[in-house]
Structures are given as C-alpha cells and as structure tokens.
C-alpha cells in the first residue's frame, strides 16, 4: 500500500512474545480454548518457552485484555518494527 504518514503517541510495547507457558495460565484461569495446535488443554512437550501460535486476533485481543494490556496498533506496530529510519526489517535492510 503507499506509504502515509501518521502520528504515533509513546507506548509501551512487550519486548518479547507471549510463551505457550504464559498462555496456558490464561487458558486455565478463564477456562478459554487451546491454541489449534494443541492436541489437549496441556502445552506440547518442549513447548514451555516457546511462543505461542495458532491462535486468533480475538484470542490474542483476550489473553491481552486478561493480562492488563492490549494489542498494538498497526501503526504501533510498524514503528515498533521499522523504528524511526524506516527499516525493511526490524534488524536493518
């Protein structure tokens, strides 16, 4: 799509993603579904550390919500990956 230029106010955005560990503490906690990828309510073995996947924007927008936080805005969301020089890639181009 062209580039726009938008206004982005200060935020707060998680460092690192949402571990499968994390996300089965939700799940427990509001009795919520499992990712698709899990074959039952318990985290694949080696699975602890991992990020989560297989879910939602919804779910996502849930666990977030049940957490205290919230989900990004695309324009959060590419600054937060592009940075102030307009890299490609968060790592450079």
């Known amino acids: 799509k062209p580039v726009r230029k938008t206004m982005v106010r200060s935020y707060y955005i998680d460092v690192y993603e949402v571990t499968c560990a994390d996300y089965k503490k939700f799940i427990e906690a509001m009795n919520y ?15 602890d550390n991992r990020p989560v996947t297989g ?36 790592w450079g181009n």
């Open 33 to 47: 579904s499992p990712p698709q990828n899990w074959k039952t309510r318990e985290v694949p073995p080696g699975w």
């Open 55 to 90: 879910i939602s924007w919804d779910d996502a927008n849930a666990y977030a919500k049940w957490i205290g936080k919230r989900l990004p805005t695309e324009a959060e969301w590419e600054f937060a990956a592009r940075g102030t020089d307009n890299r490609i890639y968060p």
